[in-house]
């Protein structure tokens, strides 16, 4: 939503949606305002406990099969598998969601990524679409004065009708890294890399590119680290001109320098003030 700073300062209950790439400072942030009558809405951890939970324990207990031991205690329903997710812990999502490449190496087989991939997808969709319902919910269920959307990075990815649900209901922001911080991401990113999601067109064209510039004739070839290594970049540099359009078109932008001197809710409401009054 687009509003000036006076109706943003009367806004009784606000609303705000964070928008930007994983390690901007999203959770950093909504940490902070969870101690001061905030409700923590969570995009991944909807993701995994309501819309992925039951395909995240059938490849948990697709890999227990393969243990004689543990089948047939399973078959025999003797234990029994859960997921232990919480906001502070996603692996279970991060796990599943895989990465592309060899199988020797952990890799994932291309039909079986994508089928990942689409179901996240999904899962995302249905998860920002529930946040109006959780805006109400926090604050008439659980007592909570205002509201904070902690989406995921892959949320730019979506399509304009899910932003839209987004922008009426809340206000976005864009966490915009600067080139200092871009580069600690990306160089993080490449020390530890993890599972991604990637919009489908994206994927084929980069996958075309790295398979011709490795001279590998098979997915199954793939290195899944190396993959992601040389991935993130082109990624996060596609991302940003996504960000920038939705931010430029219903929410507003501040940067990861400003963001760090932010230490307690007055500091970030003044933060987004002046956000609203700079209109980006």
Known sequence: MKIDVKEFKDWENKSITLLGMSGVGK??????????????????????????????????????????????LLRSDSIYICN???????????????????PDSGGLPLAEFK?????????????????PEFIDKAQNIYGYKHFINDAGGSLC??????????????LILYIKATKHDEEELIHRAQEYPKPL????AFL???????????????VAMIDPDEFVRWIFP???????????????????????????????????????????????
């Not at 064209?205 to 590998?216: D, I, P, S």
């Open 115 to 131: 089928h990942r991939q689409n179901l996240h997808r999904e899962a995302e969709i249905a998860a920002m679409n529930d946040v």
């Open 197 to 200: 999601y990637y919009r489908d």
């Open 204 to 218: 084929d064209e980069q996958l075309a590119v790295y398979m011709k510039e490795n001279e590998l004739p098979y």
């Open 157 to 170: 990815e979506l399509d304009d009708e899910v932003i839209k649900v987004l922008s009426e209901n809340t």
């Open 27 to 72: 959770s950093y942030l909504s940490n902070i305002l969870m101690n001061h009558d905030w409700f923590h809405y969570s995009g991944d951890y909807r993701i995994g406990t309501c819309y992925l939970d039951e395909p995240i324990l059938d490849n948990i207990k697709l890999q227990a099969m393969q243990v004689p031991f543990l089948r047939e």
């Open 234 to 280: 082109r990624l996060f540099r596609a991302r940003v001109p996504r960000y920038e359009a939705i931010a430029d078109k219903y929410g507003y932008t501040i940067s990861t320098e400003e963001l760090a001197k932010v230490n307690s809710e007055a500091d970030f409401l003044a933060l987004v003030e002046q956000a609203v009054a700079r209109g980006v």
């Open 84 to 102: 232990n997710i919480t906001v502070n812990n996603l692996n279970p999502v991060s796990t599943f969601l895989g990465k592309l490449g060899n």
